[in-house]
Every structure is written in structure tokens, then in C-alpha cells.
């Protein structure tokens, strides 16, 4: 036996998550999400557009001086002509004034239009980034991770991001724009009045930075309690059956009113900041007018001084103009927290690493026989509790090896080792001589027929779902796999045959049906090896046998792996392994195995006692 290889470096540590907890929507880190590193990351996503980005970009720069240039020219008009009493070059004016407020309204709709197109665009990219991602992660990730906290991540949180480049960023931008131009023609106007608008803003920026806080961490709040809602309704969705078997109905709902009312509580905190805040924004606003009267009267008022009515007019206007990007900067910065913390949220996610992946120096599996050894192998799911412990067998080329034991012995995960869905903790799996860690994981994926517990079916057609791993399948290939099976009446009995369309989770033909489609999708592509994973336990025993003898003949020639808690359904493996606690405890075939009188004979002694039982009741 070789010694156990030491873990390749590019795998975690066993059972060791890089994800933080088992529980990331409950233990988030309390930061603000408003972080240049996260702006600049997502404003990254919009390379791939840079044109459009770039005329939306100069789009908002004009924008940004239309509305200082028109309150300059209303007070122009208003001090020139009207003052002068001149109608006819008055008449020019509000013409011209009208010409360049049509473009004004024009170059706004093309900034919205660019900007919901980008945000489009980077929802999409995302959504695709996520996606793709999903599919790097092995199964511990699926299994320690809620299916609505996946949701969470594609939908509210990318939703979020979208409201961040289509509104708040390039509104921020114009508003922004429209401020400093305001404040320099103010400046222009009357430097010394300006200096008391500047004397305000210190105020401002005090009871913006208190609200800041209140608001980041209410955001947060409610960004994580509606992924453990989303989470909370998708599991209840998928274990529907359970909760109405056990008459659970009235209990669910409470655990799950408990969760939306806080919730609720959460979005009621931000409202309330929100609500106090818009309005403390407005008076103070109001208040700075009025003192900007009081003064700017004085000046007018005052001869020495000599500032122009005109001048003052022209002032107050663009006061109005630089005050408002505050208020709408201060409606802005709710969406912005929601988005920055969703932003966070998705590149948290798309960082996260897996557990493990294939080796740069992997190679594409290459076999000739199809044996598959375990040397010494060891597992643990968490780094923790031992599940395959010394666990050696060969399963020679074209031969069927059962896998036999109680509950939790290591049956599956042995399938999953085959599998490549883990890699073992300690010891090697081979294939034909080549280590598990040495060859890449896709290409031993193709030669793999896979039957699993649940008989997952896809939305879609039967034909579609058949051809699942052999989408180039001809339809007359697809129904010589059923005749070779002996069950091709029961799809032909179908309404539609093999267009008939399938619901979610196979819903709308029977269970023996479904366990018949998985057992055609997996051998379509005649693979080399086959696994069966308690691939009868849910089959009728009319619709069993109809199955065993076109097992047999299909499992020739291929290294297959059988679970079954039925031992009727294993008398004819080559090998049958009995495991106990993780350990191998017997290997042999039935007849050998029951001459030993061992733990295996015990087992199928107390098997055909509870059959003959069942018998004699009926």
C-alpha cells in the first residue's frame, strides 16, 4: 500500500471553507460599503462599453452646465431687457432662452437612455459573472450554502447594483457638476456674498455624516435579513411535501412571519432616517435663502456696496441650483448604500474561491481498461469527523461493484469520490493509474453515467432531458437507448412521447417514468463507468424487474458502482463491499460472501427474514 500523498497545495485545508462561516448573510463584517475599491471595481465592468460610456460621460458635463447657464440667463433677461423695458430684444431673449432650454430637455432623455443602457449592460455581465462562477464550485459549496442565498446574489443584490449605475452614480455626477458651476458663477457674481453660502456648508457636511452612519448600517440590515427571507421562502417552496405531511403549516408560517417582520423593521429604520432627514435637508435649505436675502438685500441696499438687483436675482438662482444637488445628492444616498452594500456582496462572492480546483498541471484522463483503486483513502466532509477511514478495493475493468451498509457508512461518498465531486482527504483514487488530483475533472466527467437518489429532471421536454449529456443525440438514437433498456412502451405511452414537456422536478409523469429517463440520460453517451445511487430504492418492483435485466446487459463492459439497500438488486455484482462506520469491513461476492457467514450474511439473513415477514402479512 503507498503512503497517503500529501494534499496538493491548491486545496484548502479538509472540510475548511474559504467562505467566512457557515452563515455569511448572518456574520457580514459591519463596514460602510462606500469604498473607492468598490467603485472603481464595479465603474471596471463598464470597459467592455466604453463609447457609449464615454459619450454618457460628456453627456452629463453638458448637462451639469445647462441649468446654472439657464437661471444666469433668466436673471440676464430679467435685469437687461425687462428692466430696460425692451420688448423687442426681449422678445430674442425668451426665444433664444426657449431654443436652449428644447436642447436641454433633449440631451436629458439621452442621458437617460445612455445610463439605463449601460446599467443593462453591466446587470447583464454580472448576472453572467455569477453564473459562470457557480459552476467552479464544487458540492461542498451547494451543500453548505441556502439555495435563496444564491437567489439573493442574482437577483435583490444585482437589482441593487443596477439602481447604482443607472441612477445614482451619473445623477451624483450631474448634480455634482451643476453645483461647482453654480458656485463659480456665483463666485463671479459676488465673491464676498458667496463666502457666506460657504460658511454653511460645514453644517451640511456635520448632519450629512451623522445620517451616513445611521443609514449604512440600516441598509446593511436590510439587505442581509431579505437573503435570510429569500432563503427562508425557497426552502420552503422545496420541502412543501414535508410541511403539509406534518401538518407544519401554521408553525412555518410563524418562523416565517418572525423573519419578514423584521424585515420590516429593518425597512421602517430606513424610512424613518430617510424621512428625517430629506426634510432637515429642506429647512436647512429654506434657511440658507432667507439669509441669503437678508445679505444680499444689504449689498443691494447698500450704496458703497453697489451689488445689482439683477446680480441678486441671478444669485438666488443659482443658490437654488447649488443648494438642490444637495437634496438630491441626500435622496441619492439611500440607493447608493443599497447598491455599494450589494456590490459587496457580489464581488465578496465572485472572490470566493473554491475549496478546491483542478491543478494547473492537470492532464485529461486517459483510459484504456476503466479499472478505478482506492489506496488508503480517507475523508471528511468537515476536517473533523472521519467518514472513509483506510478505505482500499480495486474495481476491475468492466466489472460491477455494490456498495453495502447501513445509513452513513461512506456508501455515497465513495460515489463521490468516483465522482470527482470531492477529492479525498487522505490516500488516492485512481483511474487506469492516474491519481484523481492528476487528471481534470471535466474530462473524467464525460466518462460518467450518473444516476442519483432524487431523479432530478429538468423543466423542458423528455427528449431534452434524455439528451442532457449527448446533445447531438438523433432521436432514432435516443429511442434505440430506450428499446435497449425494455421500457420504451412507457414513454411512448406518454401524451406527447418524447416532446412530452416536464415540470419542475419531473412533475407530470411518474416516478417510475422519471427513474427511467435518468437511467436512459445517463447511458446515451456510453460511458465508460456507471453509477447507480440507491437508483431502484423508489421504483416499483413491476417496473424494478422490467430494469434489472436491461441493467445487466447495459452494465456489461462498463466499471460500474451499484448502492441499494435492496440486496436483491446486488446479487449479480462482481464485487459486493460491505462498509461499516467507514471502514471496509467485507469484500466478495454474494455466494462467497454468504459461505464466509459473516457481517454480510447476517445482513441478507435479516433482509429475506423481513421479506418473508411482509409476505406472510399479505
Same mark, same amino acid.
Given at each position: 500500500?503507498?503512503?497517503?500523498?500529501?494534499?496538493?497545495?491548491?486545496?484548502?485545508?479538509?472540510?475548511?471553507?474559504?467562505?467566512?462561516?457557515?452563515?455569511?448573510?448572518?456574520?457580514?463584517?459591519?463596514?460602510?460599503?462606500?469604498?473607492?475599491?468598490?467603485?472603481?471595481?464595479?465603474?471596471?465592468?463598464?470597459?467592455?462599453?466604453?463609447?457609449?460610456?464615454?459619450?454618457?460621460?460628456?453627456?452629463?458635463?453638458?448637462?451639469?452646465?445647462?441649468?446654472?447657464?439657464?437661471?444666469?440667463?433668466?436673471?440676464?433677461?430679467?435685469?437687461?431687457?425687462?428692466?430696460?423695458?425692451?420688448?423687442?430684444?426681449?422678445?430674442?431673449?425668451?426665444?433664444?432662452?426657449?431654443?436652449?432650454?428644447?436642447?436641454?430637455?433633449?440631451?436629458?432623455?439621452?442621458?437617460?437612455?445612455?445610463?439605463?443602457?449601460?446599467?443593462?449592460?453591466?446587470?447583464?455581465?454580472?448576472?453572467?459573472?455569477?453564473?459562470?462562477?457557480?459552476?467552479?464550485?464544487?458540492?461542498?459549496?451547494?451543500?453548505?450554502?441556502?439555495?435563496?442565498?444564491?437567489?439573493?446574489?442574482?437577483?435583490?443584490?444585482?437589482?441593487?447594483?443596477?439602481?447604482?449605475?443607472?441612477?445614482?452614480?451619473?445623477?451624483?455626477?450631474?448634480?455634482?457638476?451643476?453645483?461647482?458651476?453654480?458656485?463659480?458663477?456665483?463666485?463671479?457674481?459676488?465673491?464676498?456674498?458667496?463666502?457666506?453660502?460657504?460658511?454653511?456648508?460645514?453644517?451640511?457636511?456635520?448632519?450629512?455624516?451623522?445620517?451616513?452612519?445611521?443609514?449604512?448600517?440600516?441598509?446593511?440590515?436590510?439587505?442581509?435579513?431579505?437573503?435570510?427571507?429569500?432563503?427562508?421562502?425557497?426552502?420552503?417552496?422545496?420541502?412543501?411535501?414535508?410541511?403539509?405531511?406534518?401538518?407544519?403549516?401554521?408553525?412555518?408560517?410563524?418562523?416565517?412571519?418572525?423573519?419578514?417582520?423584521?424585515?420590516?423593521?429593518?425597512?421602517?429604520?430606513?424610512?424613518?432616517?430617510?424621512?428625517?432627514?430629506?426634510?432637515?435637508?429642506?429647512?436647512?435649505?429654506?434657511?440658507?435663502?432667507?439669509?441669503?436675502?437678508?445679505?444680499?438685500?444689504?449689498?443691494?441696499? *447698500?450704496?458703497?456696496? @453697489?451689488?445689482?438687483?439683477? =446680480?441678486?436675482?441671478?444669485? &438666488?438662482? !443659482?443658490?437654488?441650483? %447649488?443648494?438642490? $444637488?444637495?437634496?438630491?445628492?441626500?435622496?441619492?444616498?439611500?440607493?447608493?448604500?443599497?447598491?455599494?452594500?450589494?456590490?459587496?456582496?457580489?464581488?465578496?462572492?465572485?472572490?470566493?474561491?473554491?475549496?478546491?480546483?483542478?491543478?494547473?498541471?492537470?492532464?485529461?484522463?486517459?483510459?484504456?481498461?476503466?479499472?478505478?483503486?482506492?489506496?488508503?483513502?480517507?475523508?471528511?466532509?468537515?476536517?473533523?469527523?472521519?467518514?472513509?477511514?483506510?478505505?482500499?478495493?480495486?474495481?476491475?475493468?468492466?466489472?460491477? *461493484?455494490?456498495?453495502? @451498509?447501513?445509513?452513513?457508512? =461512506?456508501?455515497?461518498?465513495? &460515489?463521490? !469520490?468516483?465522482?470527482? %465531486?470531492?477529492? $479525498?482527504?487522505?490516500?488516492?483514487?485512481?483511474?487506469?493509474?492516474?491519481?484523481?488530483?492528476?487528471?481534470?475533472?471535466?474530462?473524467?466527467?464525460?466518462?460518467?453515467?450518473?444516476?442519483?437518489?432524487?431523479?432530478?429532471?429538468?423543466?423542458?421536454?423528455?427528449?431534452?432531458?434524455?439528451?442532457?449529456?449527448?446533445?447531438?443525440?438523433?432521436?432514432?438514437?435516443?429511442?434505440?437507448?430506450?428499446?435497449?433498456?425494455?421500457?420504451?412502451?412507457?414513454?411512448?405511452?406518454?401524451?406527447?412521447?418524447?416532446? *412530452?414537456?416536464?415540470?419542475?422536478?419531473?412533475?407530470?409523469?411518474?416516478?417510475?417514468?422519471?427513474? !427511467?429517463?435518468?437511467?436512459?440520460?445517463?447511458?446515451?453517451?456510453?460511458?465508460?463507468?456507471?453509477?447507480?445511487?440507491?437508483?431502484?430504492?423508489?421504483?416499483?418492483?413491476?417496473?424494478?424487474?422490467?430494469?434489472?435485466?436491461?441493467?445487466?446487459?447495459?452494465?456489461?463492459?462498463?466499471?460500474?458502482?451499484?448502492?441499494?439497500?435492496?440486496?436483491?438488486?446486488?446479487?449479480?455484482?462482481?464485487?459486493?463491499?460491505?462498509?461499516?462506520?467507514?471502514?471496509?469491513?467485507?469484500?466478495?461476492?454474494?455466494?462467497?460472501?454468504?459461505?464466509?457467514?459473516?457481517?454480510?450474511?447476517?445482513?441478507?439473513?435479516?433482509?429475506?427474514?423481513?421479506?418473508?415477514?411482509?409476505?406472510?402479512?399479505?
Amino acid at each position: 500500500m503507498s503512503a497517503a500523498a500529501p494534499p496538493p497545495q491548491h486545496l484548502a485545508a479538509p472540510g475548511q471553507s474559504r467562505l467566512s462561516g457557515s452563515k455569511p448573510d448572518e456574520q457580514e463584517p459591519k463596514k460602510s460599503p462606500l469604498k473607492m475599491s468598490l467603485l472603481l471595481r464595479l465603474f471596471g465592468y463598464t470597459k467592455p462599453y466604453a463609447k457609449s460610456r464615454n459619450v454618457l460621460f460628456f453627456i452629463c458635463v453638458v448637462r451639469a452646465a445647462q441649468l446654472p447657464l439657464l437661471a444666469w440667463a433668466l436673471g440676464a433677461i430679467i435685469g437687461g431687457p425687462i428692466t430696460n423695458h425692451e420688448p423687442n430684444w426681449l422678445a430674442w431673449c425668451v426665444l433664444g432662452f426657449g431654443l436652449f432650454a428644447l436642447f436641454t430637455e433633449w440631451l436629458f432623455y439621452h442621458r437617460i437612455m445612455f445610463s439605463l443602457n449601460l446599467g443593462e449592460n453591466v446587470v447583464h455581465d454580472l448576472r453572467k459573472a455569477v453564473f459562470t462562477h457557480l459552476h467552479r464550485m464544487p458540492m461542498s459549496f451547494f451543500h453548505r450554502t441556502k439555495l435563496g442565498t444564491i437567489i439573493s446574489r442574482m437577483n435583490s443584490d444585482i437589482n441593487a447594483v443596477r439602481n447604482g449605475v443607472q441612477s445614482v452614480f451619473f445623477v451624483t455626477m450631474v448634480q455634482l457638476g451643476q453645483g461647482l458651476i453654480a458656485a463659480a458663477i456665483m463666485c463671479w457674481i459676488d465673491w464676498v456674498l458667496f463666502l457666506f453660502v460657504l460658511a454653511m456648508a460645514p453644517g451640511l457636511y456635520v448632519m450629512t455624516n451623522i445620517f451616513r452612519h445611521r443609514l449604512s448600517k440600516a441598509t446593511r440590515d436590510v439587505q442581509e435579513s431579505f437573503s435570510r427571507v429569500t432563503a427562508s421562502l425557497a426552502e420552503a417552496v422545496n420541502g412543501m411535501r414535508v410541511t403539509q405531511g406534518f401538518a407544519r403549516e401554521e408553525v412555518n408560517a410563524g418562523l416565517f412571519r418572525s423573519l419578514i417582520a423584521d424585515h420590516s423593521r429593518y425597512n421602517l429604520a430606513v424610512s424613518r432616517a430617510s424621512a428625517l432627514y430629506l426634510p432637515i435637508l429642506d429647512l436647512n435649505t429654506q434657511f440658507f435663502t432667507g439669509v441669503l436675502l437678508v445679505v444680499g438685500g444689504y449689498r443691494v441696499l *447698500t450704496p458703497e456696496i @453697489g451689488m445689482p438687483l439683477d =446680480g441678486l436675482i441671478q444669485f &438666488l438662482f !443659482l443658490a437654488a441650483l %447649488f443648494f438642490q $444637488p444637495v437634496q438630491i445628492i441626500g435622496q441619492m444616498y439611500n440607493l447608493a448604500l443599497m447598491s455599494m452594500a450589494g456590490a459587496e456582496r457580489v464581488f465578496r462572492f465572485l472572490d470566493t474561491e473554491p475549496d478546491w480546483e483542478d491543478a494547473p498541471d492537470t492532464k485529461p484522463v486517459q483510459l484504456n481498461e476503466g479499472k478505478v483503486e482506492f489506496r488508503n483513502v480517507n475523508f471528511s466532509y468537515d476536517g473533523k469527523a472521519q467518514v472513509l477511514r483506510e478505505v482500499s478495493f480495486t474495481a476491475r475493468p468492466g466489472t460491477t *461493484t455494490a456498495l453495502v @451498509g447501513e445509513t452513513g457508512s =461512506g456508501k455515497s461518498t465513495i &460515489l463521490s !469520490l468516483v465522482s470527482k %465531486f470531492y477529492l $479525498p482527504s487522505g490516500g488516492d483514487v485512481l483511474f487506469d493509474g492516474q491519481r484523481s488530483e492528476a487528471i481534470t475533472t471535466q474530462s473524467l466527467h464525460r466518462h460518467l453515467g450518473v444516476v442519483q437518489q432524487q431523479n432530478f429532471l429538468f423543466t423542458g421536454s423528455v427528449l431534452d432531458n434524455i439528451r442532457f449529456g449527448k446533445p447531438e443525440a438523433t432521436v432514432d438514437e435516443v429511442w434505440a437507448c430506450l428499446e435497449s433498456l425494455g421500457c420504451k412502451d412507457l414513454i411512448e405511452g406518454l401524451p406527447e412521447g418524447l416532446d *412530452t414537456i416536464v415540470g419542475e422536478k419531473g412533475t407530470g409523469i411518474s416516478l417510475g417514468q422519471r427513474q !427511467l429517463i435518468c437511467f436512459a440520460r445517463s447511458l446515451l453517451p456510453d460511458p465508460k463507468f456507471i453509477l447507480l445511487d440507491e437508483a431502484t430504492s423508489s421504483i416499483d418492483a413491476i417496473t424494478e424487474l422490467r430494469l434489472q435485466n436491461a441493467l445487466t446487459m447495459l452494465l456489461d463492459g462498463r466499471t460500474s458502482f451499484v448502492v441499494a439497500h435492496r440486496l436483491s438488486t446486488i446479487r449479480r455484482a462482481d464485487q459486493i463491499i460491505l462498509l461499516s462506520h467507514g471502514r471496509v469491513q467485507e469484500v466478495g461476492n454474494h455466494r462467497d460472501l454468504l459461505a464466509r457467514d459473516g457481517a454480510y450474511a447476517k445482513l441478507y439473513r435479516q433482509f429475506t427474514d423481513a421479506t418473508e415477514s411482509v409476505k406472510n402479512e399479505l
